[in-house]
């Protein structure tokens, strides 16, 4: 990641904030990928990076995990911008809906080791 990137402390105040509330698919995804289970990678929770706030950070692999809710089906400008310029800063990105953690979170551990193994 760029070095000269800095990440204002509201925004790192903020993810203090958000780790501890949580919504039920970040705990959900969290609880299956928290100490090393997937691939052997270290993940962090709503991780500050600029201006943005990553919902889960693998910092070995320059790798994030984004759950969408049905917000995001009204901001997929926004969201496309957002990947980019995490991309622009190294940072691969998967997107996955909450739909799917909640009513198939082993396929999206699947998902999340298959990309990490490419990334």
Not at 57 to 62: F, P, S, V
Request: one cysteine or more; hydrophobic letters at 35%.
């Amino acid at each position: 990641m760029n070095p000269e990137v800095k990440t204002p402390k509201y925004v790192i105040e903020r993810a203090q904030e958000l780790r501890v509330n949580m919504t039920l698919t970040e705990k959900l995804l969290w609880d299956r990928i928290n100490t090393r289970q997937v691939n052997g990678y270290k993940f962090r929770r709503q991780h500050p990076v600029y201006r943005y706030i990553l919902d889960v950070y693998c910092a070995e692999k320059n790798f994030a995990v984004e759950i969408d809710g049905g917000v995001h089906d009204k901001n997929k400008d926004y969201d496309k911008y957002r990947d980019q310029l995490l991309e622009s800063l190294g940072i691969k990105t998967l997107r996955i809906k909450d739909d799917e953690v909640l009513s198939n979170l082993d396929a999206v551990i699947e998902k999340i080791k298959n990309a990490v193994k490419t990334s």
